[in-house]
């Protein structure tokens, strides 16, 4: 079937550990992002990624890292320079047309400790 | 970027109509007006969208205002299943197709 999987779904790393969150998708799509959420809160964009080979920061992107050397994966490092990494992770993809719609993948939920 | 207002949360009973309202007063003549929702704990599951016109697809209808300052999700019969928070978002069109959300609307849909 067609989509987007991330895993896993829940992750535990120690503080000053950096870890990295998997994000495929099969749709054949060019553009994919990832999104962070808190708690009651809506979706901020981390970074996004239009082509292979290219990225760019989204609105936080500070203490995060992204590659696109692939283009069905878009893995997203958290680093330890990241201040308050404990969140839900979201990763989207979409074709990058003007006015086409984003799937999203079911989400990691990263908790640090 | 064109912000949006939507009320924190909503009832609906069962069976009945859902109509949640979005106010985007500053959304520019070329970006258009899009609907997700979010059931608790999952990714975003796209609804709808429009630029001028009213949509209408298998889940939503979508009615925009004459002069696109506001615009209305409507579930024509709800269901226990339709309970999740609603956004509403304008895209973002100098940086790709990127999503800008807020802090959404929290339906409950009640039996």
């Known amino acids: 079937d067609g989509g987007i999987t991330q895993s896993p779904k829940y992750l535990f790393r120690k503080e000053g550990q950096n870890v990295t969150l998997s994000c495929e998708q099969n749709?054949?799509?060019?553009?994919m992002y990832w999104y962070r959420q808190d708690p009651g809160q809506g979706l901020r964009l981390i970074y996004y990624?239009?082509?292979?080979?290219?990225?760019q920061k989204g609105d936080i992107a500070e203490g995060y890292s992204v590659s696109r050397e692939k283009k069905e994966s878009f893995p997203l490092t958290v680093t330890s320079a990241q201040k308050n990494p404990t969140a839900f992770y979201l990763c989207?993809?979409?074709?990058?047309?003007?006015?086409?719609?984003?799937?999203f993948g079911p989400g990691t939920r990263l908790t640090v400790t | 970027d064109a912000k949006t207002t939507q009320p924190t949360s909503m009832d609906c009973a069962e069976g009945r109509a859902a109509n949640l309202p979005c106010n985007h007063s500053?959304?520019?003549?070329?970006?258009?007006v899009y609907w997700y929702r979010q059931i608790h704990s999952q990714g975003p599951q796209y609804i709808i969208h429009?630029?001028?016109n009213n949509e209408t697809n298998e889940m939503a209808s979508l009615i925009i205002t004459e002069d696109r300052k506001s615009s209305t999700l409507i579930l024509p019969h709800a269901t226990l299943r339709d309970t999740a928070v609603y956004y509403c978002?304008?895209?973002?069109?100098?940086?790709?197709?990127?999503?800008?959300f807020g802090g959404g609307t929290r339906l409950m849909v009640k039996p």
């Open positions: 989207a993809s979409s074709t990058g047309g003007r006015s086409d719609e984003q799937y």
């Open positions: 749709l054949n799509h060019d553009a």
């Open positions: 990624s239009q082509i292979v080979n290219d990225f």
């Open positions: 500053t959304i520019s003549g070329n970006e258009y």
């Open positions: 429009g630029l001028k």
């Open positions: 978002i304008v895209r973002t069109i100098n940086a790709g197709n990127m999503l800008t």
